[in-house]
């Protein structure tokens, strides 16, 4: 099983930005692409960003973050990167950092972090 190791996460105030990182090791074989999930007090674990890790980039986002967020990959170091600016208070979440299969726009991840909260103030 793949361990996952998600960082970054803290308080910040609207329209500030962070930058969450996730480590991949052990048994990253098989692993073609990372991304991040959120899961919001109340309410399901979401879809965020995804990105594959080797060969041309291929990344998914889900819309509520499209032009804010960036997912971007180190495939020399099993790290990916999430980029969060123009922060709003609904951003405010626990990311999990998780790997798996390709990327598609359904992405079912196999494996996940143990999460990174993000507080974002109004």
């Known amino acids: 099983q793949v361990q996952l190791v998600d960082s970054g996460g803290g308080l910040v105030q609207a329209g500030g930005s962070l930058r969450l990182s996730c480590v991949a090791s052990r048994r990253t074989f098989g692993i073609a692409a990372m991304g991040w999930f959120r899961q919001a007090p109340g309410k399901e674990r979401e879809f965020v960003a995804v990105i594959n890790l080797s060969g041309g980039y291929i990344t998914y986002y889900t819309d509520s973050v499209k032009g804010r967020f960036t997912v971007s990959r180190d495939s020399t170091r099993n790290t990916v990167y999430l980029q969060m600016n123009s922060l709003k208070p609904e951003d405010t979440a626990v990311y999990y950092c998780?790997?798996?299969?390709?990327?598609?726009?359904?992405?079912?991840?196999?494996?996940w972090g143990q999460g990174t909260q993000v507080t974002v103030s109004s």
């Open positions: 998780a790997a798996g299969g390709p990327p598609t726009p359904n992405w079912v991840p196999r494996s």
